[in-house]
Each structure stands twice: as structure tokens, then as C-alpha cells.
């Protein structure tokens, strides 16, 4: 059973080389009336052209409504990538609860961990910052692979709100998370 979850997992993410998660608009009746509603994820592998974007997963936050009033943004949970119309787990996620994030960070840090199958196969990791929320994604061994930031301006100082057409532009006042290689030395 754990073979084929992995199995499952190195299908979906070794095949592409590009991929896309979009948050879905679930429980925004709940949300207009003040309570938090659970994040639902679409996973798409990205191609060539619009037609051939295959969505091939979804993921729920699973976490308690009280937790997610109180505690937002930064709520304990755990969420689970299972395939489209299916209940095979890809991948499962599991974030505990820690301070919030601020504009300088120095300790307390965000982080995530993930596992396929039971197995531990990395982490997520929030990295001391000033004004530019940073990260780290770690292999199962805790080695860097990747580093993500958001887009910045002014030497790296300021977070670049004018990137992917905002402001009032597509994806209005929505600043995405860039990925580098953790090696790659100049990414601001």
C-alpha cells in the first residue's frame, strides 16, 4: 500500500515539469458571514497550451472551524492532495500552529511537512526576513532544494506589488510566490 502511494506521488509530480494550484472560492457565503471557511485546492499539471492544463488533483484543508476563526492566518492543519475523482492520496501535508508572520521575522518560524505514503519526503521552511516573507523547501535529508520569495523591488527590501499585472490589474492585489534553486545566488 505505501509503494503505491509513492507511487502515485512520482506519476503525477516527475511527468511535469510545470504545474499550477489554484485556491477554489468554497465557503464564500461562510466567509462573508465572518467564519473562516477550509482552503480547497485544484491541481493542475500545466502544458503547452490552455486546452492541455489537466487538472489531476484536489486537496481540503482539514482543520476545526473554531481554530480557523481564532487562530487565522495561521491555524494548525493538515491537508491531503488525493487524485481527481478518487480517494488515492498523492501527498499529505501537515502544518502545526506557530506565531504569525510579521514584518520582520527573527524566530517562531512557519514551517509545513510532507509526506507520501506515511514517508517523510520534505519540508517547508520560513527563513528570518525583513518586509520580504522568505522560504525554504528541504528534502527528506533537510538539504535546500529550493528557496521562494515573493517578487520584490528596491534592492529586495519591498515586496514588488506591481508584478503579474497588479495592482487592479489580472490577479489584482494577489503577489505570487516566486521559486528559485536553493543554490541560485542573485533571485531579488
Known amino acids: 500500500m505505501e509503494a503505491q502511494k509513492i507511487e502515485r506521488l512520482e506519476t503525477h509530480f516527475e511527468s511535469s515539469n510545470a504545474m499550477t494550484i489554484r485556491q477554489t472560492r468554497k465557503g464564500w457565503l461562510?466567509?462573508?458571514?465572518?467564519?473562516?471557511?477550509?482552503?480547497?485546492?485544484?491541481?493542475?499539471?500545466?502544458?503547452?497550451?490552455?486546452?492541455?492544463?489537466?487538472?489531476?488533483?484536489?486537496?481540503?484543508?482539514?482543520?476545526?472551524?473554531?481554530?480557523?476563526?481564532?487562530?487565522?492566518?495561521?491555524?494548525?492543519?493538515?491537508?491531503?492532495?488525493k487524485e481527481l475523482n478518487s480517494d488515492n492520496e498523492i501527498l499529505s501535508m501537515d502544518r502545526p500552529c506557530f506565531c504569525p508572520p510579521g514584518s520582520c521575522k527573527c524566530c517562531c518560524y512557519q514551517e509545513m511537512t510532507?509526506?507520501?505514503?506515511?514517508?517523510?519526503?520534505?519540508?517547508?521552511?520560513?527563513?528570518?526576513?525583513?518586509?520580504?516573507?522568505?522560504?525554504?523547501?528541504?528534502?527528506?535529508?533537510?538539504?535546500?532544494?529550493?528557496?521562494?520569495?515573493?517578487?520584490?523591488?528596491?534592492?529586495?527590501?519591498?515586496?514588488?506589488?506591481c508584478t503579474e499585472g497588479n495592482p487592479?490589474?489580472?490577479?489584482?492585489?494577489?503577489?505570487?510566490f516566486h521559486v528559485f534553486p536553493a543554490d541560485q545566488e542573485e533571485t531579488d
Open 30 to 81: 461562510q466567509e462573508c458571514l465572518g467564519c473562516e471557511a477550509s482552503t480547497e485546492f485544484r491541481w493542475f499539471q500545466k502544458g503547452d497550451t490552455k486546452e492541455e492544463n489537466a487538472e489531476f488533483a484536489t486537496s481540503v484543508e482539514e482543520s476545526n472551524c473554531l481554530i480557523r476563526i481564532c487562530c487565522a492566518p495561521n491555524h494548525p492543519f493538515t491537508m491531503t492532495v
Open 168 to 176: 487592479c490589474g489580472r490577479g489584482c492585489c494577489k503577489v505570487a
Open 114 to 161: 510532507l509526506s507520501s505514503g506515511g514517508q517523510p519526503i520534505g519540508s517547508i521552511k520560513e527563513q528570518f526576513y525583513c518586509c520580504v516573507p522568505r522560504f525554504k523547501i528541504k528534502d527528506s535529508e533537510e538539504k535546500p532544494i529550493y528557496k521562494v520569495h515573493q517578487p520584490t523591488c528596491c534592492g529586495g527590501f519591498c515586496v514588488n506589488c
